[in-house]
């Protein structure tokens, strides 16, 4: 019993450093992301209001149609 | 033929004739003025308007906002308002705005039904119950099986 608990205890600390720097670097690509969003829409206003008025013309035309 | 007023001439006066042209000429003269000043006061008007909005502003503070401001917007536009998915959304929109303040009543009765089994737990902890003599049920009961069926 001792030893399956010995086992439990490296296998999640195994499975924690497989995984901890995982989730880092995705929450740091998701950072990046919307750094790189928020500044395309900061430099492009009327593009992407352009844009997303076009595209919920385009979710309520569909959504009336149904 | 368009027949202005102070254009047509009866060809026996010519100062008269010079009078009319220069009526016709600043006729035209005002007419290019006013749509300039039309053209102007309509370029003011937008300016006005763009700096009320202030929508370069308020996407420098507000991105996001703003890209669902618009999307609503267009969404209005394309006619989806009276359709069964807005009211689905509106729906999504009233539980997770009531959230909030379920939140305390929720966390208060799993805390108390929490403290109820952990009271129930306690209650039923080994605490040896006074045995009776010669009682078999009591000795069952110690013991840790079933008590018989008294009749």
Known sequence: MDVNAQQMADRARQFQDRVVPQIDEARQNLVDMNNRVVSFIRANPGTCLLGAVAVGFLIGRIASRR | ?151
């Open chain 2, 1 to 151: 033929m368009a027949n202005y007023p102070g254009a047509s001439g009866d060809g026996n006066s010519p100062g008269r004739e010079r009078g009319s042209d220069a009526g016709f000429g600043q006729r035209v003269d005002q007419l290019g003025s006013e749509a300039q000043q039309l053209f102007s006061d309509a370029r003011g008007a937008v300016e006005d308007l763009g700096q009320t909005l202030d929508l370069r502003g308020r996407v420098e503070r507000n991105p996001y906002g703003m890209m669902v401001a618009a999307l609503g917007v267009g969404y209005v536009l394309g006619g989806g308002l009276f359709t069964p998915l807005t009211a689905r959304i509106l729906r999504l929109g009233v539980r997770l705005a009531a959230l909030p303040f379920v939140k305390d009543e929720l966390l208060g009765m799993a805390e108390t039904a929490f403290q109820g089994y952990q009271a129930g737990r306690s209650g039923f902890a080994p605490s040896p119950p006074p045995a009776r003599e010669g009682s078999a049920s009591a000795d069952a009961n110690v013991a840790g099986t079933p008590r018989p069926p008294s009749y």
